[in-house]
C-alpha cells in the first residue's frame, strides 16, 4: 500500500469539539439556524454547500453539492436547472436527502423529505440578484446534458450576451427548490466515536408535531 494510503488507514480522528445534550428545544428549524450560524461564525468554508441524493426511475441514487440559498419556516430552499439530472429526478420522484459538514466544529446535519419549486416570483426574485455572468451561464448551460466540446458552451455563451445586452431574465428551466423535511438529524462527534445523535421526526410534512429522539452513534 502506498504511504499516502497507509497514513489515511492508520488516521483515527478524535472528535472533541463538542457535545450536545437532550435539551436542544423543540424546534429543529431554529437550531439548524442556530448550528448554521454558527458554522458561519467558525469560518467554516463553504458553510452552506450541502450534498444532495436524489433517486432515477431504477432506484439508482445520485449525489452532488449544492448550495443552500435561503432558509424559511416550511423548509431549505436551493437553486438549480430543473431540466438537470437532479431536476428530472425530483420531477419523478420528489423525494430527496441533504447533508451538510461542518467540520470546523465537527457536526453533520442530514435532512430528508419532500421536493417542491418554490413560487416563480421567489425565483425571480433570487435570480434578480445574481452577477450577470452567473444569469448567461444559467442560460448557457444546458445542465447534464453532454457537451461536445467547451466552444459549444462559449459560443452559446457570446450569443446570449449579445442577446441580452442588458437585463438578463431568468430562464424558465431554472430556479429553486424547497425541501421540506420530515427527518432533521445533529450529528456531534466526539470521542472514542461515541458521538451525539439526536433526530427530530414528524409523520408528515404536513405535521407540526416533532419527536425528538437519540440514536445509537
Ligand atoms: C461547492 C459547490 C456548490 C455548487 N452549487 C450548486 C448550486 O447551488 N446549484 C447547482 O445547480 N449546481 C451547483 N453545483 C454543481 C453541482 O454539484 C452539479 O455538478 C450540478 O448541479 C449538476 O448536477 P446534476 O447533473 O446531478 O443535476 C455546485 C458544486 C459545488 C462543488
Redesign the pocket.
Known sequence: MDDFLKQIRDDHHNFDKGQLNDHIGNDPFAFFHQWFKEAYEAKQP?DN?FVLSTVNENFQP?S????LKELDEQGFI????YS????SELSLHPKASMVFFWHQLERQVRIEGLVEKIDSSISDAYFASRPRASKLGAWASH??QSLENRDELMVRLEKLAALYPDEVPRPPHWGGYKLIPTQIEFWQGRPSRLHDRLVFERASVWSSDWKLFRKNP
Open positions: 463553504e454547500a445520485s452532488r453539492i449544492l448550495y436551493f437553486y438549480t436547472n438537470s439530472q437532479k431536476g445542465q447534464s
